[in-house]
């Protein structure tokens, strides 16, 4: 990678993502977001050091749909666990032990519950992959110029340009009539 | 270290939410604490006419309640070791229920009463048992009445220095009383948690002295847990509707109580899979023979409620988080589990007490009897149901009234939640993410 490679995509890309706002606390980014969607933006994100109890709501967020993706894989491992040892133990290649019928339910519950475990641990962190279309290297709000302190203390909301509600002008003085610092527009 | 040089004292209740009732109104629920504990005492006192086996009924429902009183003491140990901030308004509850232990000491007399009629296998058993010859040396009466001693010295102490220490701690407000109660709770779990196992060996286990599964004190601690988290629950619904505790327990709080019932629930299945498994792979007839009888005599339909109704409909049941938030639904899974839990009891006390019990030569007696007992769900259920008599369910009903009664004594004499805890502020703020 070379720097010229950089040049023509920072030259083409001149559509908006959205607008970003910096806010100094907790509080502060909080009646902001319920200001927010008062105003009627639905497509709209805060970003914060740690979690912000209760901020979903106030952006209306909807519930993940995680907890299904990791119902349905668990589901998965256990039928996938049921139909492998049924195959291999009684249908491929029967063996009587001890007295027990070679499929027998008792022993096969260890396994089940392991693959139905590994199933929706594997479904919980790449489902959440998938639902946050992670990995990337990039994403656009990065460009805002005191994104970094995202980690460490401040706050901030986005409002992306797909949202039906964005102006280009209206929606930044909305964000600092808020209270919101630093508002910029985010070129995609 | 900080906090025992500058002791500070929390904020008052009336800085933090002063729009919470402190305390149950003077004479407020006096009737139902009266009517509680009458109806609970006629219950009991009714199942003696409607029996023949009083003492197992009575054992059955004296276990199924000392698991809610126990898993209430279990619950206080373990907020205060792990400094939890959630549970503060709900701590004051556990502490009420579990102060009751001094009643379950009295009520464990008509035990002493009817020792024999529950414990014959052993008290009167054959001479040339060599088996419960060897066991002689834990398993005689002596013993067994030091250990109930014990246990009930352990719990009784354990359930007065919480509960007295957080009381104290609503006048004064210290801090370091926190500390403190959280520095005894790691000690207390420990002999907390080897009482409540011998406990389970000696009243129910013993039953049948030839069987031994040294996991059986950890499935009678799961089930105990559950069910006074489902009993904690129905409890605080109900007096919420009354207009107490609904400022300081929310949807929040029982969403939490719900999460760990529901995981005490799949924890008892784990448990007594293992149990099963084990036995059942080693297919020894001095460890198998205890399932063979709950096999006869309509035991086996049990078994399959106790499958279904203890792990896999509530498993799907109260999964959703929709449905532990909902203050209809919870309590109605809450009290299904309560009542699981008596069937649970029933199970592990009945089979044995009424007919068999393990011996040198139940291997051969089940071989011999395999196939005797009714085949098909229905079948085996009309069986269970000449089984039991009604005294097995109205003993239970009846200890869960009286201690329900008696915990209501404590509330109203009590402040509904523990005032001055320094982390009560996080408790009524508490959100789940």
Redesign the interface.
């Known amino acids: 990678m070379t720097t010229t490679d950089r040049i023509p995509q920072m030259t083409t890309t001149t559509a908006t993502w959205g607008v970003v706002a910096e806010f100094e606390s907790a509080a502060a980014v909080y009646h902001a977001a319920e200001k927010l969607t008062e105003a009627g933006y639905t497509r709209t994100d805060a970003h914060t050091p740690f979690p912000v109890h209760g901020i979903d709501q106030k952006l209306n967020h909807r519930e993940s749909s995680l907890g299904w993706i990791v119902v349905c894989c668990g589901f998965t491992g256990i039928c996938l666990a049921q139909a492998m040892m049924y195959w291999m133990n009684a249908v491929d290649y029967p063996i009587w032990v001890s007295g027990k019928l070679p499929y027998a339910w008792p022993s096969t519950i260890p396994i089940t519950f392991e693959l139905m475990v590994l199933l929706s641990g594997l479904g919980a962190v790449f489902g959440m992959f998938a639902l946050n279309k992670l990995p990337r290297l990039h994403h656009p709000i990065f460009a805002h110029s005191t994104f970094h302190r995202v980690t460490d203390d401040r706050f901030f909301l986005s409002v992306e340009a797909t949202d039906p509600k964005f102006d280009s002008s209206a929606t930044p003085q909305f964000l600092q009539s808020i209270g919101g610092t630093n508002v910029e527009i985010i070129k995609d | 270290m900080t906090a025992t040089a500058t002791p500070q004292t929390a904020v008052s209740l009336q800085q933090l939410a002063p729009q919470i009732t402190p305390k149950v109104k003077d004479g407020d629920l006096a009737t139902a604490q009266m009517g509680l504990i009458v109806a609970g005492a006629a219950l009991i006192g009714v199942s003696w006419f409607l029996t023949d086996h009083f003492f197992l009924s009575y054992l059955v429902g004296y276990m199924g309640v000392l698991g809610i009183v126990l898993g209430a003491l279990f619950f206080v140990m373990v907020q205060h070791i792990t400094r939890a901030g959630w549970s503060v308004s709900v701590r004051r509850l556990a502490e009420n229920i579990a102060w009751t232990l001094p009643v379950m000491l009295a009520l464990f007399v008509p035990i002493l009463i009817g020792f024999d009629d529950i414990y014959g296998h052993w008290t009167h058993a054959d001479p040339s048992d060599h088996v419960i010859a060897g066991k002689s040396g834990y398993l005689n009466k002596t013993f067994f009445f030091v250990r109930v001693a014990v246990y009930f010295a352990i719990w009784t102490a354990l359930a007065w220095y919480f509960r007295s220490n957080s009381i104290k701690q609503d006048e004064t407000g210290d801090p370091r009383a926190s500390l403190k109660m959280s520095k005894l709770a790691a000690p207390g779990l420990f002999v907390f948690a080897l009482s409540i196992t011998f406990a389970a060996f000696d009243w129910i286990m013993s039953i049948d002295p030839h069987w031994f599964s040294t996991i059986f004190g950890v499935t009678y601690f799961a089930g105990a847990f559950m069910s006074f988290l489902g009993f904690a629950t129905v409890f605080l619904i109900w007096l919420g509707k009354k207009g107490y505790y609904r400022d300081a327990i929310n949807t929040e709080h029982y969403h939490d109580l719900g999460k760990l019932m529901w995981a005490f629930m799949v924890f008892w299945t784990y448990t007594n899979?293992s149990q099963?498994?084990l036995i059942?792979?080693a297919?020894l007839p001095e460890e198998t023979s205890w399932f063979q009888y709950r096999l006869h005599d309509g035991w086996g339909a049990v078994g399959t409620i106790l499958i279904f109704g203890h792990f896999l409909f509530p498993f799907v049941f109260l999964?959703?988080?929709h449905m532990k938030r909902n203050k209809l639904v919870l309590p109605i899974g809450a009290a299904f589990m309560l009542l699981m839990h008596c069937i649970d009891m029933q199970y592990l006390i009945l089979p044995s007490g009424l007919h068999g019990h393990v011996t040198e030569h139940s291997g051969e007696h089940a071989a011999e009897h395999a196939g005797e007992h009714a085949h098909g769900f229905a079948a085996e259920f009309g069986e269970y149901l000449g089984t039991i008599d009604a005294s097995d369910i109205l003993c239970y009903l009846g200890f869960l009234a009286l201690i329900t009664g008696v915990t209501m004594l404590h509330v109203r004499r009590t402040n509904l939640i523990p005032l001055r805890d320094p982390r009560l502020g996080e408790s009524l703020n508490f959100?789940n993410?």
Do not use: E, G
Request: net charge positive.
């Open positions: 899979f099963y498994m059942w792979y297919n999964m959703s988080r959100h993410i």
